[in-house]
T-cell receptor, first 112, second 112 residues
Framework: QKEVEQDPGPLSVPEGAIVSLNCTYS??????FMWYRQYSRKGPELLMY????GNKEDGRFTAQVDKSSKYISLFIRDSQPSDSATYLC????????????FGTGTQLKVEL | DAEITQSPRHKITETGRQVTLACHQT?????MFWYRQDLGHGLRLIHY???????NKGEVSDGYSVSRSNTEDLPLTLESAASSQTSVYFC???????????FGPGTRLTVT
């Protein structure tokens, strides 16, 4: 079993829909949680960064961390075709040498 | 603007040849990382460095080496390229003590 599990999709939604992307993990020591967006043939770019449990909002994006369930989510409101990309979750533990453990990514397509 | 660059962006090489992929960052970050990205596996850590003359093995380091002679560069060398090393390679960097990593645009390597 992988340390971080993420449904690969593809996930196809109509424009304007609310999108929910999720990751589960097994290492209870993870404290730092990130979401990266990766367009085709590009490098990952940071979308959201949260520490420990709770919610964080940035424009149309909301990141949620539920450490008791070992579950993190990324919500995208009013999805746009420009949101079509692969979304990678990543996490790290305190004292883990700043190394990240990544999910395999979920491919999202937002259709007109 | 500070950035992280990789070269070449595309490379085709033959089995058994030595190949070096370049990574250069202008953020003055202490931490640098090399990943490979393959379908179904996500991003896997090859090698990483916390500073000049420091190098460490990641989860898939066999057949790869790195050296760090200055802050800005972390070249990745494939000693004797194998077809199993056909992949997309990403370099990333982060500030010392920070968990967020910033990625380069990637190098697509094909070993024939």
């Amino acid at each position: 079993q992988k340390e971080v599990e993420q449904d690969p999709g593809p996930l196809s939604v109509p424009e304007g829909a609310i999108v929910s992307l999720n990751c589960t993990y097994s290492n209870s020591a993870f404290q730092y949680f990130m979401w990266y967006r990766q367009y085709s043939r590009k490098g990952p770019e940071l979308l959201m960064y949260t520490y420990s449990s709770g919610n964080k909002e940035d424009g149309r994006f909301t990141a949620q961390v539920d450490k008791s369930s070992k579950y993190i989510s990324l919500f995208i409101r009013d999805s746009q075709p420009s949101d079509s990309a692969t979304y990678l979750c990543a996490m790290s533990e305190t004292g883990g040498g700043n190394k990240l453990t990544f999910g395999t990514g979920t491919q999202l397509k937002v259709e007109l | 603007d500070a950035e992280i660059t990789q070269s070449p962006r595309h490379k085709i090489t033959e089995t058994g040849r030595q190949v070096t992929l370049a990574c250069h960052q202008t953020w003055n970050h202490n931490n640098m990382f090399w990943y490979r990205q393959d379908l179904g596996h996500g991003l896997r850590l090859i090698h990483y460095s916390y500073g000049v003359h420091d190098t460490n093995k990641g989860e898939v380091s066999d057949g790869y080496s790195v050296s760090r002679s200055n802050t800005e560069d972390l070249p990745l060398t494939l000693e004797s390229a194998a077809s199993s090393q056909t992949s997309v390679y990403f370099c990333a960097s982060s500030e010392g003590g920070q968990y967020v990593q910033y990625f380069g645009p990637g190098t697509r390597l094909t070993v024939t």
